[in-house]
C-alpha cells in the first residue's frame, strides 16, 4: 500500500510542531534554569544535548517551511530530520524501558510498558514513514522540480 499525504499537510504540520516542540524546550529549559539547585545543575549537564535537540527541531521547522515554498532542499531536509526522529524515538524508548528493568525494585509489568512506549512511538514513525515515501514519490519530485 502507497500512502501520499498532501504537501501542504506534511509542510504545514512539521512546521507547526516544530515550533511547538521548540517553544516548549525553551520554556523547560527556562524553567529549570530559574529553579536552581539540583535542576539547574542537570540542565548544565544536560546543555549539549539541549543544544543538538533545538538544532533538529529546527531543521524540521526549516524543512517544514521549505516543503511549503517547494524549495528543492527543504524535502531533503525535511527527509532528513524525518530520519533523525525515528532514530531518536525508538532509541528514546529503548532507553526508557532498559532503564524501568534496571531501576525497578519489583517485577515490572511489561505489557503496561510496551504499550505505553507503542503509543508515542507508533504515531511518531507512521507520520515520518508516510512523510518519507511522500517525498520520494514522483508527483511530489515533479511539484519541486518546478
Known amino acids: ?3 501520499e499525504l ?10 507547526i510542531a516544530s515550533v511547538l516542540a521548540l517553544g516548549v524546550g525553551a520554556v523547560l529549559i527556562a ?6 539547585g539540583p535542576d539547574r545543575r542537570l540542565l548544565e ?4 544535548n539541549d543544544m543538538a535537540l533545538f538544532a533538529i527541531w529546527i531543521l524540521g ?13 527543504g524535502r531533503h531536509i525535511l527527509e532528513f530530520f524525518c530520519w533523525t526522529l525515528v532514530a531518536l524515538t525508538l532509541l528514546s524508548a529503548a532507553t526508557r524501558l532498559y532503564a524501568l528493568k534496571r531501576q525497578s525494585a519489583k517485577p515490572v ?10 503509543v508515542v512511538v507508533i504515531p511518531i514513525v507512521a507520520i515520518c ?4 515515501v511522500t517525498l520520494r514519490g514522483d ?8
Open 61 to 73: 521547522l526549516a524543512g517544514g517551511i521549505g516543503v511549503l515554498g517547494l524549495k528543492p532542499w
Open 109 to 118: 509489568n511489561w505489557v503496561t510498558a510496551v504499550a505505553g512506549v507503542l
Open 45 to 48: 549537564r544536560t546543555a549539549w
Open 6 to 15: 498532501p504537501l501542504p499537510f506534511i509542510g504545514w504540520f512539521f512546521t
Open 31 to 36: 524553567a529549570l534554569h530559574r529553579t536552581g
Open 129 to 132: 514513514a508516510a512523510t518519507i
Open 1 to 3: 500500500m502507497h500512502v
Open 139 to 146: 508527483t511530489v519530485r515533479q511539484a519541486f522540480s518546478g
